[in-house]
């Protein structure tokens, strides 16, 4: 089993439409958990950060759910300019207080006119 | 603020040449510096990772190698490629805090081997 799974997509959704991602993770030590968008040939960009409490940030909303070990990314009223592909990611220790990151494969995204 | 730099941008090298990507930081001091390769439509794969100077961990055992020559500066080297080399190789950085933890990629270098 990978340690972080998402559905590849595509995802092919009309503009202003609402859309949702999953990620599940396999760590249950996993401790900080984010959301990537990267466009084609660019790199990673930090969308946003997971909070346990949940966390919105305009149209965008993240959610976490540590029983089911599980993220999730809204995105509400697309606009064509959110196509890309969503990368989630968890975190987790390789040397003292240092850690890194694990990326799911990504969901590919296309907003439609 | 802190910035990432990667060169080349691009790169199209012989099967059995060398390589040497570099990639520098600025704006930070002692950061953990990563470098990942993400091959044509697959996902991104850690290759190696370094929390210092001369401190390098590797992942996945292969035949290309890093080095950690300054605080700043993180290179990436193979002395024979393979065409299964070739990607889209990102160098990130990140500080730990116990505040959060956060992760930046520089720009990349797109690597074609013939």
């Known amino acids: 089993r990978k340690e972080v799974e998402q559905d590849p997509g595509p995802f092919n959704v009309p503009e202003g439409a609402t859309v949702a991602f999953n990620c599940t993770y396999s760590?249950?030590?996993?401790?900080?958990f984010f959301w990537y968008r990267q466009d084609c040939r660019k790199e990673p960009k930090l969308l946003m950060s997971?909070?346990?409490s949940g966390n919105e940030d305009g149209r965008f909303t993240a959610q976490l759910n540590r029983a089911s070990q599980y993220i999730s990314l809204l995105i509400r009223d697309s606009k064509l300019s959110d196509s890309a592909t969503y990368l989630c990611?968890?975190?987790?220790?390789?040397?003292?207080?240092?850690?890194?990151?694990?990326f799911g494969s990504g969901t590919q995204l296309t907003v439609l006119p | 603020s802190q910035t990432i730099h990667q060169w080349p941008a691009t790169l199209v090298q012989p099967v059995g040449s060398p390589l040497s990507l570099e990639c520098t930081v600025e704006?930070?001091?002692?950061?953990?510096l990563y470098w990942y390769r993400q091959a044509a439509g697959r996902g991104l794969q850690l290759l190696f990772y370094?929390?210092?100077?001369?401190?390098i961990s590797s992942e996945v055992p292969q035949n290309l190698s890093a080095s950690r020559p300054q605080d700043r500066q993180f290179i990436l080297s193979s002395k024979k490629l393979l065409l299964s080399d070739s990607g889209f190789y990102l160098c990130?950085?990140?500080?730990?805090?116990?505040?959060?933890?956060?992760?930046?990629f520089g720009p990349g270098t797109r690597l074609t081997v013939l």
């Open positions: 990130a950085w990140s500080v730990s805090r116990d505040a959060g933890f956060t992760q930046y």
């Open positions: 990611a968890v975190t987790r220790r390789f040397s003292g207080s240092a850690r890194q990151l694990t």
């Open positions: 997971v909070y346990s």
């Open positions: 370094s929390i210092g100077i001369g401190q």
């Open positions: 760590n249950s030590a996993s401790q900080s």
């Open positions: 704006g930070t001091s002692n950061p953990n």
